[in-house]
């Protein structure tokens, strides 16, 4: 079936830095991807809507400035998430809809990401 | 806005019971609804996808029931057995917002 990778898997930096996440998907072509955040326990929350070629849309109360999304191609959507501080630490999975396959959508395996 | 409840929150119990793990949306209107399941500090991953037009959809031992009109959704999991602990998550997908909305998902441990 149809793959979306998503790299890191995990990734520390120091507060302040800036950190890029990458989504792929790996065999088909998606013209829009997801961002989601996870908080330990919970379920997932949608962050932005990342569509190739125009802007994300973004969820009410997500900054836009602070969670920098470009879909440059049909195969890769990236989540730069800028000056980073501890509170940012979280699991961010993206995910990809298959048009071909009933709009199956699929998920990437996740980026822990810490703030020290 | 949609909205997804998943019942029960957690599930503890033996190897080998057959289980059914609820799941409740407030917007009829869906293009598909999935299950999926994800493990500790993992990704989702699909187990069943339904399309609104369907009742039904089996893989193994897994069974997925859609009533789009009472807004329900059903995975029924037979003959559990341990590698089957996970959180199992439902998320149905509107057209409308172009997206899919997750339930609270239900914790399940299966004990050997």
């Known amino acids: 079936g149809a793959v979306v990778s998503q790299h890191p898997s995990w990734v520390i930096c120091k507060s302040g830095t800036s950190v890029k996440i990458e989504c792929r998907s790996l065999d088909f072509q998606a013209t829009t991807m997801f961002w989601y955040r996870q908080f330990p326990k919970q379920s997932l929350m949608l962050m932005a809507t990342?569509?190739?070629?125009?802007?994300?849309?973004?969820e009410q109360g997500v900054e836009k400035d602070k969670f920098l999304i470009n879909h440059a191609s049909l195969t890769l959507s990236t989540l730069t998430v800028t000056s980073a501080h501890p509170e940012d630490s979280s699991f961010y999975i993206c995910?990809?809809?298959?048009?071909?396959?009933?709009?199956?959508?699929?998920f990437g395996q996740g980026t822990r990401l810490t703030v020290v | 806005k949609q909205e997804v409840t998943q019942i029960p929150a957690a599930l503890s119990v033996p190897e080998g019971e057959n289980l059914v793990l609820n799941c409740s949306f407030t917007?009829?209107?869906?293009?598909?609804l999935q299950w999926f399941r994800q493990d500790p500090g993992k990704g989702l991953t699909s187990l069943l996808l339904i399309q609104s037009s369907q009742r039904e959809q089996t893989s193994g031992r897994l069974n997925a029931s859609l009533d789009k009109s009472s807004g329900r959704s059903t995975l029924y999991i037979a003959a559990s057995q341990p590698g089957d602990s996970a959180t199992y998550l439902c998320?149905?997908?509107?057209?409308?917002?172009?997206?899919?909305?997750f339930g609270g998902g239900t914790r399940l441990m299966v004990k050997p």
């Open positions: 917007d009829s209107a869906i293009y598909n």
């Open positions: 998320a149905p997908f509107n057209n409308a917002g172009n997206m899919l909305t």
């Open positions: 995910s990809a809809r298959d048009h071909r396959d009933m709009g199956i959508s699929f």
């Open positions: 990342s569509n190739e070629g125009s802007k994300a849309t973004y």
